[in-house]
Structure formats: structure tokens, C-alpha cells
């Protein structure tokens, strides 16, 4: 029988779902099958994993695909300190036990990002989806008029290049969420903060973490040291106070500022009579 009489029959249909979970080069395949299962040459896991259904509603929140598997698996594992820097896809296909050509018969039923991770249980998961199109219920970004530049640093916006003020750093301790490093090069007080620092995570991928704070060789990390070691090399981003001072002296790149440094201090909007 073909996967559509299957899947239109009332009980002719063994369905078995395949999640391909995608981060970068970095991929995690699981199935709901009783045995691992191979198709175009990418191994997927058997493991207990379902989810509560397809939707498509056109609504975002309604059409939210929450996904149950153990919680010791690599991909929930991947969000138990702070979520990953980048966004992991997630492919769900289709097929039904018993079919000659695996191959050819596992259509793509579903496509989305994971939006959350949540643990209803110490030895379970429970992974949020949002479907392709809910990136498209997003409101916008808006460049905002203002003193301080509205630019993220190294941005397209910004221009500044990063690789010519990277530091190349060790790991020499780590508490809670702050770390301490070593380089030949030391950075001046507090001009890491705001910056990132970044390290790699294997198939050529790589990790970031903000940076809240800086003082001597200590730094402050948003979301915690999670992923990180002692002896490990790290690259130091350093950040910038979004002022014009900062912008001219440390990065030479007044022409991209894009701050209103001569703003005036009285808002024509505050309900004051202007003079």
C-alpha cells in the first residue's frame, strides 16, 4: 500500500513520527519506533517521544506543538543553563511501519523552531514549538531616536570589525556565573562588558554568552557558565558604553554613530508650552 492509503485507511496506518532536530551543522534525530531507523544516511533514535498533534489553526499560540521525550536526551539537555545562542530547527516526517522504501515514502508534516523547555518531571521533558510562520507574528524592530546609539555592536549597522579587537583567552576559574581568565593581552577595566565571549561546541558551531561585567580578569556572564571549564579557550568580545566618546576613542567609528548627541533635553511632547 502507498503512505497515502495508509494514512487515509481507518486501520490499515502504523504511524511512526521522525524528529530531526537542527542546530547549525549540529543534528539530533529521534523517532517513536520500537528500533532506530536510518533514512538518508541520518540515524534516528528510538526513544519514548510523542507530541500533541499537528495543528494548523493559523493562530500562533494555538498552533504551539509541545513535544514529550526522556530529559536526559541531548536537546532538552541543550537548554538546562541558559538557552543556546542560536535557534534549533525542528523537521518532523511521517512514516508507517511496513513500507517497502522508507526513503520515498516519509514526507515532511511539520517545520519549526523551539521556542522553550520546560521539565514537568525530574526524569521528563517537555519542548515548545513554534510553527515557521509564527516568526511572521513577531512585531518588527524599530530604530529608536535617542542619545545613545540604538546600534548592536559588530552589527551591519554598527560596522565595527570584531576580529580586530577579539581577545584569545583561557579559562582559569569559574563561580557560579562569573569566570576568571587569563591572556597574554589583558583588556582594561570593564571594557568587556556589554561585549560577549564565545567558544566552540564541536562540527564547527559556536557557543556566546553576554557579558554583564568586568572588573580585572573576572567576568560576569548572563545566564551563567553553563557549558564552560576550567582550562578552556574562550574568544573575548569586548563591549561598548554606546556613546560618542566610546564610539571615536575606542573603535574609531564616529561615521556610523547612530545616536542624536545633540538632542534636546526638554521633550516638545511633555505638555509644556514651547519657548
Known amino acids: 500500500m502507498s503512505y497515502t492509503s495508509r494514512e487515509s485507511s481507518i486501520a490499515a496506518g502504523q504511524p511512526v513520527r521522525l524528529y530531526l532536530f537542527e542546530r547549525g551543522a549540529l543534528r539530533w534525530g529521534y523517532c517513536s519506533a520500537d528500533r532506530d531507523l536510518t533514512l538518508q544516511a541520518r540515524e534516528y533514535k528510538a526513544t519514548a517521544i510523542s507530541d500533541d498533534g499537528l495543528r494548523q489553526t493559523g493562530e500562533t499560540s494555538a498552533d504551539l506543538l509541545r513535544i514529550t521525550l526522556p530529559g536526559t536526551q541531548e536537546v532538552p539537555q541543550l537548554f538546562r543553563g541558559a538557552p543556546p545562542s542560536a535557534e534549533v530547527w525542528l523537521t518532523i516526517r511521517e512514516w508507517h511501519w511496513g513500507e517497502a522504501d522508507i526513503a520515498a515514502n516519509v514526507p515532511v508534516v511539520w517545520i519549526g523552531t523551539v521556542s522553550a523547555v520546560n521539565w514537568p518531571a525530574a526524569d521528563r521533558a517537555e519542548i515548545s514549538c513554534e510553527t515557521l510562520s509564527a516568526s511572521m507574528d513577531r512585531v518588527g ?135
Not at 582559569?172 to 562569573?178: F, L, Q, S
Not at 533635553?265 to 509644556?272: H, I, L, R, Y
Request: one cysteine or more; glycine letters at 14%; charged letters at 15%.
Open 141 to 275: 524592530l524599530r530604530l529608536t531616536y535617542m542619545r545613545s546609539c540604538p546600534h548592536a555592536l559588530y552589527d551591519r549597522h554598527c560596522r565595527v570589525d570584531r576580529n580586530r579587537h577579539k581577545l584569545a583567552a583561557t579559562i582559569n576559574a569559574i563561580t557560579g556565573n562569573t569566570i576568571g581568565y587569563s591572556s597574554p593581552a589583558m583588556l582594561p577595566e570593564g571594557r568587556a562588558a556589554g561585549g560577549y565571549l564565545e567558544w566552540a561546541i564541536g562540527s564547527g558551531e559556536l557557543e556566546r554568552r553576554s557579558i554583564l561585567g568586568h572588573s580585572g580578569s573576572t567576568l560576569t556572564l548572563l545566564g551563567g557558565a553553563s557549558g564552560l571549564s576550567n582550562g578552556q579557550g574562550i574568544t573575548i568580545y569586548p563591549g561598548c558604553r554606546q556613546t560618542v566618546e566610546d564610539c571615536q576613542t575606542t573603535f574609531s567609528n564616529l561615521d556610523n554613530y547612530g545616536g542624536f548627541n545633540a538632542m534636546p533635553g526638554v521633550s516638545p511632547f511633555d505638555g509644556n508650552p514651547a519657548f
